[in-house]
Every structure is written in structure tokens, then in C-alpha cells.
């Protein structure tokens, strides 16, 4: 199999893609900005390969990686063709300025005679104030790799990406030194991470229990004042980690210990990546139709296949939890039915299981009205009440009475745009590593039946993935 072995790997996948670049993009007459993409496709590679693990044994300080639900499609990217994030650039107008760069995103995509995929994640409340640990990110980050292995179905593919600016400061022959110099570095292999916790050494989180409770309590004796049904409140905990650790081995430990979820990983630099695997879809747009899903209620998925069917039927028959699914339907529903000429629910109340908990979700599809770009859908559809409240009018700023960080790209939407193409989930179940800190972020529906211990129960579950690979030594 090429990509295990370094001869191979030469042979058979960088040498002929190199060839391809050579013979075609420094012969390209085109002046105008384009990107070029170029693919080898790889035989004889496992079901089983782990894209994530190839992306451990790489250098390059820039990596990403995104695989959807059903694993259909995943994607392993290294270093930047082109990137957009703000760091810690300001912006007067946020939602005009996002809007700007999806524009250029989408102009470029168009421009490309390839199928190209830009991947990135933008901040849940993109008026918030900017806050550790999210400075390198900003309030959006999206990237076309400059190297991908990708898997698409059954197949496998190496791809290399070259962004060509005639107005930019490199000819076409210092880019494609660049991109020589770029792919000859990489390594073939795959590197499994070892079966071992990873040890901290002090937790705090962010509001602690007593808190908590008070936040729970306070919110609830307003709803009717505030005329609200549903609130999200979160929590941040912060976990010092011992040792040099590197993001993405605790990603692929992470990634083990889940099913049925969006896996996403993007770092930006040595030590510093944001990191998740989330069950819940955003949307998935295919052309003008889009998918979109309502998922909420939680319980525990249950130690055996009994406790598993008692517990889903109990959370079914949960009216608090009930409730909380009828505002995150209503409303999705109700925004698709202002982007799309028909909405269809295709499964309603039904049980969404993970490795860990059981949801209560519904799936939607519908056909877009005409001119509906990602950046309406995205601007539409997020937050939904699943991570904010019902109804979201006003919502955030109820938000930011109780909470005191800033939630970044937690909760936020994360995933891909293509040509005709583009899918978003929400980036829940994630947390953020930073010199040498975990930051995993958790959230609960808060509703006028709700119990605060029982809900800091629920947020400490949905962070079980993470717990169950550190540990405090």
C-alpha cells in the first residue's frame, strides 16, 4: 500500500502529482486569480486507513481534518493555499465582514475548473468580545489546505492545491517550488496513537456548580418576564495538561471513543487547535436542495442494550425534555420554510444514538428559493435554539448575562463549502487546546422544568469523551 511506504509513497504518488503540476500549471497562460487543483488517485488502500493518524506523523504546523457522519467522506489537509481568519483584527460591522469574505470564498471556488473545498468554522456569536483561547483563531477561520488526502466513498486521493494570484508577489515558478519543496517533506506512514490517558494536573470550570445553580435558578424566575421558553447556558473547564501534548493525539484518542458524529479538527499552529466531534448537523446543501436536522434532549445511552431501549423510550416520553425538542423543531422548521419553496420533515422524534448519551432528533429536506447563498443559510439557521434558546430574538445578549467567556467557535457552525455543495454541523462536544491547556466547552437546554443539578449532570456527560481519555495525575 504507497501511502505506508516512503519509496511507494514516491514512486507512485508524489513524483507522478509533481509531473502534473509541472506539465500543466507552468504552462498555463491564464492571468487571472485561479485556484489549480491536481489529484492521484491511490489503489489498494484499507477500509479501515485513518486519515487523522497519517496527519500525525506530518510537520507542517498548519492541519486539518473533517470527516462527515456516515465517514463517507473525510479529509486530511496540511499547511494553506489560501486561508481567511481575523486574528486579532477588528471589525466594525462582523456579520458585512464574514459576508465579504464568504463572497471571495465562493468567487474563488467558482473560478476553479476542480472540485475544491474550503473548511472552517466561524465564531457562535460573532459580536462577542474576543477572549483566551481563542486570539490565534478570531472570530473565523477557514482554509484550503495546500495538500489533501482525501477519501470520498471507497476511494482515496492525493491532492495538491495552488492558489495563483497574477497580482501577488510569486510567479508561477516560485509557486510550484513551493509546492515541490511542500510535498517532497511529506511523510508516508500512519502513526497510531498509544493506548494511554493523558494526565492534568487541575480543573476549573467556568461557572463552577454553586454558580451554576444560581444561573439555572435566576433564568428560570425570568422567563416569563423576558418572555422566553428555552435557554442555553454553557460551561467552560479548563484542564492544565501535563507534559507536551500534541492536539491532535488527543483528537484521534477522541475520535475513537465516538459514533455517529462530525469529526473536526483544525489547527493553526504547534500546540494550538480546536477539536470535536459533534452529532448534530447544521445543514447540507446538494445543489438547490438543503438537509438540515432538530436535535435535542439528552440521556444516558445505558450500560446494556435493555437500558438502552428504556432509556430512549423514557426520554421520548419526557415532557421537560419534549418541550425543549418542540422550540429547536418549530424553529428550524420555521427558518428553512423562509429560504425554500417546500420543506418535507423526512423523520420526526426519533432516537439519535451516540457512544455515550440519546438524543431526541428530527431530520428535515427541502427545495431552495432561488439566490440563497451558504452565508444566508448560515446567517439563517445558526444558532438554532439546540445551542441558544426560543425564541432566538435578543437571545445572545440574554446569553451574556450568565455566561463570562467567550465561546468562540463552540456551538458555532463548522464544516465545509464547495462549488454546489457545502455542510455545516454544530461545533458542540469540542473543546480548544492551547499552550498547554484543554478548554471543552459544554452546554444545556434550560427550561422552565428544568433541575440545575440534573442539568450540570447533563453537561458533565456530554464531556465524558473527553474525560475518559485524561485523567487527574
Not at 449532570?457 to 481519555?469: A, G, Q, V
Request: proline share 3%; aromatic share 14%; charged share 30%.
Amino acid at each position: 500500500m504507497h501511502l505506508d511506504n516512503k519509496q511507494a509513497f514516491k514512486k507512485f504518488i508524489s513524483t507522478p502529482l509533481l509531473k502534473n503540476v509541472k506539465d500543466d500549471f507552468l504552462l498555463q497562460k491564464d492571468d487571472f486569480e485561479k485556484i489549480y487543483r491536481y489529484e492521484i488517485e491511490i489503489e489498494d488502500v484499507p477500509d479501515n486507513y485513518d486519515l487523522a493518524g497519517w496527519l500525525l506523523g506530518q510537520e507542517d504546523s498548519a492541519k486539518t481534518y473533517w470527516s462527515s457522519r456516515n465517514k463517507n467522506f473525510c479529509i486530511a489537509g496540511l499547511g494553506y493555499a489560501d486561508v481567511f481568519s481575523n486574528g486579532l483584527k477588528s471589525s466594525s460591522d462582523y456579520e458585512y465582514f464574514i459576508r465579504d469574505v464568504f463572497q471571495v470564498m465562493e468567487s474563488r471556488i467558482s473560478n476553479s475548473d476542480k472540485p475544491i473545498k474550503y473548511f472552517g468554522c466561524l465564531a457562535f456569536d460573532i459580536e462577542d468580545k474576543i477572549s483566551m483561547p481563542w486570539e490565534s483563531f478570531g472570530k473565523f477561520y477557514f482554509v484550503l489546505p495546500k495538500a489533501e488526502l482525501c477519501k470520498i466513498k471507497n476511494k482515496y486521493y492525493f491532492a495538491a492545491n495552488v492558489f495563483y494570484n497574477p497580482e501577488g508577489s510569486k510567479t508561477r515558478k516560485e509557486l510550484y517550488d513551493e509546492i515541490q519543496s511542500f510535498i517532497e517533506k511529506i511523510h508516508a506512514g500512519i502513526y497510531a496513537p498509544e493506548e494511554k490517558k493523558i494526565n492534568y494536573s487541575g480543573r476549573q470550570d467556568n461557572p463552577d456548580k454553586s454558580n451554576w445553580e444560581r444561573n439555572v435558578n435566576q433564568v428560570i424566575a425570568t422567563f416569563d418576564s423576558e418572555e422566553i421558553k428555552k435557554i442555553v447556558l454553557s460551561r467552560k473547564s479548563v484542564f492544565k495538561l501535563k507534559g507536551n501534548i500534541n492536539p491532535l493525539l488527543l483528537f484521534l484518542l477522541l475520535k475513537k471513543n465516538n459514533i455517529n458524529t462530525y469529526d473536526f479538527y483544525f489547527q493553526n499552529k504547534d500546540g494550538n487547535a480546536f477539536i470535536g466531534c459533534t452529532p448534530e448537523l447544521l445543514f447540507s446543501r446538494q445543489g438547490g436542495k438543503i438537509y438540515s436536522e432538530a436535535v435535542a434532549g439528552t440521556i444516558l445511552l445505558g450500560k446494556n442494550s435493555i437500558e438502552e431501549k428504556t432509556f430512549g423510550e423514557d426520554l421520548l416520553k419526557s415532557k421537560k425534555d419534549s418541550d425543549e425538542y418542540r422550540f429547536v423543531f418549530n424553529s428550524v422548521k420555521s427558518d428553512l420554510e423562509k429560504m425554500c419553496r417546500n420543506v418535507n420533515v423526512v423523520k420526526k422524534k426519533e432516537i439519535l444514538k451516540l457512544s455515550y448519551a440519546q438524543h431526541i432528533y428530527s431530520q428535515f429536506e427541502g427545495n431552495l428559493k432561488p439566490g440563497i447563498d451558504n452565508f444566508k443559510i448560515i446567517s439563517t439557521l445558526n444558532p438554532t435554539p439546540a445551542v441558544s434558546g426560543y425564541p432566538k430574538r435578543n437571545i445572545n445578549a440574554l446569553i451574556k448575562r450568565y455566561e463570562t467567556f467567550f465561546r468562540g467557535f463552540y456551538a458555532g457552525p463548522v464544516g465545509w463549502i464547495g462549488k454546489d455543495s457545502s455542510e455545516f454541523a454544530v461545533g458542540i462536544r469540542s473543546g480548544v487546546v492551547n499552550d498547554g491547556y484543554l478548554s471543552i466547552y459544554s452546554g444545556a437546554g434550560i427550561v422552565k422544568k428544568s433541575s440545575a443539578e440534573s442539568e450540570w449532570n447533563e453537561i458533565e456527560n456530554k464531556i465524558s469523551p473527553f474525560l475518559k481519555i485524561i485523567q487527574n495525575k
